[in-house]
Structures are given as structure tokens and as C-alpha cells.
Nanobody, 127 residues
Framework: HVQLVESGGGSVQTGGSLRPSCALSLNPTSDYCLAWFRQAPGKEREAVAG???????YYTSSVKGRFTTWRDNAENILYLEMNSLKPADTATYYC??????????????????????WGQGTQVTVS
């Protein structure tokens, strides 16, 4: 049973940091490429970062240099470290997974919102 559960969102001031996480129930985790997306009210869902089965990462231009994603293999958790947060980062953040052994960039450019597995989302508010 595939399950992705996000947590760790919250409210911070501009310039602050948050570290949402996504608990992964995948079998096996190593066979799934992963990604983070976000959706602000009234806007379309957009890609944020991808994490490949080869441990490669890819970040969209809006977050590159400020966000970092990695997977804790021992705990089966995907993290998204978000620094230098801006009001424009306010959104619900979702993790997504797909049972393909590809890179993080492949996930974002070839699969995107068509990913089969999604978490419920965690709210991030920057004021």
C-alpha cells in the first residue's frame, strides 16, 4: 500500500526557514522517484524539486539556491529544507512519487502532475 504523508509546514516571517517532510510508505523506496510540488490559492500546481532514484536532485528556478531536498533512507523520509522564504512561497506543499527509476529532473519534465501517488499536503505561509 503506497502512502505519502507530509508534515512540518507552518507560518514564518520573510527570510525564515521551514523543513517540511514526507513519510514514505513505498516498497521498495529505492524504486520510486520523488518530487515536491506546491499550489497557491487560485494558481495551478507547480513543480518545486525532484529527487531521483539515483539520488540526483533538480530545482526549479524559483527555489534554486534556497531549497534543498534529500531522502533519509534509514527513516524513509523525504525532506525539503526551505531557507530565505518569501511571501511568494506561500502555498500548500505536496510530495509525489512514481514507481520509475529515473532522475529528479525526469520526474518534473516528463511526469509532473501526472505522478500516480500524492500526499495530502502541508501548508506553508510566509508573511
Amino acid at each position: 500500500h503506497v502512502q505519502l504523508v507530509e508534515s512540518g509546514g507552518g507560518s514564518v516571517q520573510t527570510g525564515g526557514s521551514l523543513r517540511p517532510s514526507c513519510a514514505l510508505s513505498l516498497n521498495p523506496t529505492s524504486d520510486y522517484c520523488l518530487a515536491w510540488f506546491r499550489q497557491a490559492p487560485g494558481k495551478e500546481r507547480e513543480a518545486v524539486a525532484g529527487f531521483g532514484t539515483d539520488d540526483s536532485t533538480y530545482y526549479t528556478s524559483s527555489v534554486k539556491g534556497r531549497f534543498t531536498t534529500w531522502r533519509d533512507n534509514a527513516e524513509n523520509i523525504l525532506y525539503l529544507e526551505m531557507n530565505s522564504l518569501k511571501p511568494a512561497d506561500t502555498a500548500t506543499y505536496y510530495c509525489a512519487g512514481a514507481p520509475y527509476r529515473y532522475s529528479g529532473s525526469w520526474f518534473l519534465f516528463n511526469l509532473g502532475s501526472e505522478a500516480p501517488y500524492w500526499g495530502q499536503g502541508t501548508q506553508v505561509t510566509v508573511s
